[in-house]
């Protein structure tokens, strides 16, 4: 695709995925520090539920290798457009089903004439290329309506289990429109977080690293939203150790990622 080819796609459905945007070397030397550095700051993981974590927390090298990355971020300019903001990130091991659900709903948001904008980039660790544990999308349910409806089939009954039927009457992987991403090791998914999404099935323990963003806040309303967010983190980040906005995040910055994090390191995460 081209720039504008994905920029079209992303806004009307919701994604885009880019295939082996990083290479097998570089995947393996992500994996090695995903690993040591969950090792290191989350203990082993149980094998059930989700174990997460700041992701930039716990390697430098996510910074300087990942986030700086043009590939990440000149694609995130082309779909976010100038100012966007680092918000969060976070590493996660998993285990189970991820029921759908979308990652945004922004209270300040009803009734507003504009819209905010969050995008998710995930980077899976593992091998999903044949279905199993990898992420599942339900295109255009970012969209007012349509998301309006998801949620209000979730909050009809959302089943974890990927046989159930939903009230929809299908079970979950055949909502309509519904589709797999297959990803492999290497592979990156930018998602607007008001989209709807699931996981279904996969190995206990199966990972990925994801980093939030939001567009350039515009209104008082969008700025407070990014406040409330940036709460809710900060106490859950008790010490240096697991914060969003770690010291090697901030100190080796340069002039493209001081912008990026300065909204919210500024007012103190």
């Known amino acids: 695709m081209t720039p504008e080819q994905e920029k079209v796609h992303f806004d009307t459905f919701g994604f885009i995925i880019k295939r082996s945007l990083f290479n097998s070397e570089e995947m393996e030397q992500f994996s090695r520090w995903f690993d040591e550095g969950c090792d290191a700051v989350c203990g082993p993981f149980a094998g059930v539920g989700q174990m997460g974590y700041p992701g930039l927390s716990i390697h430098a090298g996510f910074c300087d290798h990942f986030l700086d990355d043009p590939r990440i971020m000149d694609r995130l300019e082309n779909l976010m457009g100038d100012g966007f903001q680092l918000i969060a990130s976070d590493a996660q091991r998993h285990g189970g089903n991820s029921s759908w659900h979308q990652d945004t709903v922004i209270p300040m948001e009803a009734g507003k004439p504009t819209e905010y904008l969050m995008l998710k980039v995930i980077m899976y660790l593992d091998d999903h ?11 255009g349910t970012h969209r007012r309506g349509y998301g309006d409806a998801l949620r209000g089939l979730i909050t009809m009954g959302n089943p974890s289990d990927a046989d ?8 979950p992987t055949d909502l309509p429109g519904a589709i797999a991403t297959n990803t492999r090791p290497g592979d990156i998914i930018f998602f607007n977080q008001k989209l709807g999404h699931s996981s279904w099935g996969g190995k206990p323990g199966r990972r990925f690293l994801g980093l939030t963003f939001g567009a350039k806040p515009t209104e008082d309303w969008q ?21 969003q906005f770690p010291d090697h995040l901030v100190k080796s910055a340069g002039p493209r990622r001081r912008a990026l994090i300065e909204f919210m390191h500024s007012r103190g995460y």
């Open 223 to 243: 700025v407070e939203w990014l406040e409330h967010h940036g709460e809710q983190w900060k106490h859950s980040c008790a010490n240096e150790r697991n914060s």
């Open 129 to 139: 290329s044949e279905g199993p544990g990898c992420l599942w999308l339900l295109p």
């Open 164 to 171: 159930a039927l939903t009230p929809a009457g299908v079970p």
